[in-house]
């Protein structure tokens, strides 16, 4: 099996999370990237499998897939256990939907961020952090009394917690408002392969001189 990543793909990072979680032998391939040119030239297997020209994309035998999500419910179906989806119907629709709106609803406001670094104060990044705000909030409430979004671990923690690691670093910051957010994003920062994924991204960063969300990298060091 090979992932093709890259060193800076949230996407990408939510495959790699995954396939630590289910304990599965790959081979991670990182495209090349840099801050300038981002991912051009695009990488030629990338660019055969996915029409959309992005990481991530999986390989296993004659199997070629592309897209997070994609990727999540090929693992579930691959290696069962330990499940990362919950069980029941209704449990698994319910992850599956915070799963979705991590990156369909919070995150496009994290991507419209990213164009505004140096206009912070502008009514666009106010508004978009605004809403990144409202997202926290409702993430607050899903926790309720429980240690993860639903249930226990699962790919909607994968997702929102990847989500939120970009959104610190663009800006939309957690605040003591959503203490139980907080609460639950160093737990998830505890795990080993939250820690294996994220350490080479934050060392990609601090040597490219860009910044690192100092709460998770404090629990990182730890």
Request: net charge negative; aromatic share 10%; glycine share 4%.
């Amino acid at each position: 099996m090979k992932l093709y990543s890259g060193p800076l793909s949230m996407f990408g990072a939510k495959a790699q999370i995954a396939l630590h979680e289910k304990g599965l032998a790959f081979e991670l391939e990182m495209v090349p990237f840099e801050m300038d040119r981002l991912y051009e030239p695009k990488h030629p297997e990338v660019e055969r499998i996915n029409p959309k020209r992005q990481v991530p994309v999986l390989v296993d035998g004659e199997l070629e897939i592309f897209d997070s999500t994609q990727i999540f419910e090929y693992l579930e179906d691959l290696a069962p256990s330990p499940p990362l989806w919950p069980p029941g119907a209704a449990a698994r629709a319910h992850a599956r939907l915070i799963e979705h709106k991590s990156d369909e609803v919070y995150f496009p406001h994290i991507i419209r961020l990213m164009s505004l670094q140096n206009t912070l104060e502008d009514p666009a990044a106010i508004s978009a952090r605004d809403s990144a705000g409202r997202f926290y909030h409702e993430i607050e409430h899903e926790l309720g009394d429980r240690e993860y979004l639903v249930r226990s671990f699962s790919f909607a923690d994968i997702a929102f917690y990847m989500a939120q690691f970009f959104g610190e670093r663009m800006g939309a910051h957690l605040t003591d408002s959503t203490p139980l957010v907080l609460a639950w994003r160093d737990r998830v920062s505890q795990r080993p392969a939250v820690r294996t994924v994220l350490r080479p991204m934050i060392d990609f960063l601090t040597r490219n001189g860009r910044p690192v969300p100092s709460p998770i990298s404090r629990v990182l060091a730890a």
